[in-house]
């Protein structure tokens, strides 16, 4: 499994950016589990990833409450590629932003934390400055 993201940069407050993630394969082909999560830039390498959002192979989302009704996780038809479209960037958005794939359950209300998943991007940074 290869996951390469891309998109990112710097935005003003109340900005927006889109981040991507292209999938070469999915470790289970039948159900799997994606997620994107962040990371303070201060956090060593690896270290802190929060949850942010998630999806399953049958279009259930979920977001964690800091960015309900800001940001929008989604895929294309072919399920190749995971999005993240973020709207009305805060500061507190700052971050190293990653996106992860595993065959986990995640259609249930909540998205799953970082521990959960096995395979990552190489993250890409979004900074937010008022």
């Known amino acids: 499994v290869s996951l390469v993201q891309s998109g990112g940069g710097s935005v003003q407050v109340g900005g927006s950016l889109t981040l991507s993630c292209t999938v070469s394969?999915?470790?289970?082909?039948?159900?799997?589990?994606m997620g994107w999560f962040r990371q303070a830039l201060d956090q060593a390498p690896g270290k802190g990833r929060k949850?942010?959002?998630?999806?399953?192979?049958?279009?259930?989302?979920n977001y964690v409450d800091s960015v309900k009704g800001r940001f929008t996780i989604s895929q294309d038809n072919s399920k190749t590629t995971l999005y993240l479209q973020m709207n009305n960037l805060k500061p507190e958005d700052t971050a190293i932003y990653y996106c992860?794939?595993?065959?986990?359950?995640?259609?249930?209300?909540?998205?799953?934390?970082?521990?959960?998943?096995?395979?990552w991007g190489q993250g890409t940074q979004v900074t937010v400055s008022s």
């Open positions: 992860a794939e595993d065959p986990i359950f995640c259609g249930g209300g909540y998205v799953p934390t970082a521990e959960f998943f096995h395979n």
């Open positions: 949850s942010v959002a998630s999806i399953d192979s049958d279009g259930q989302a």
């Open positions: 394969e999915y470790s289970y082909s039948n159900y799997y589990c």
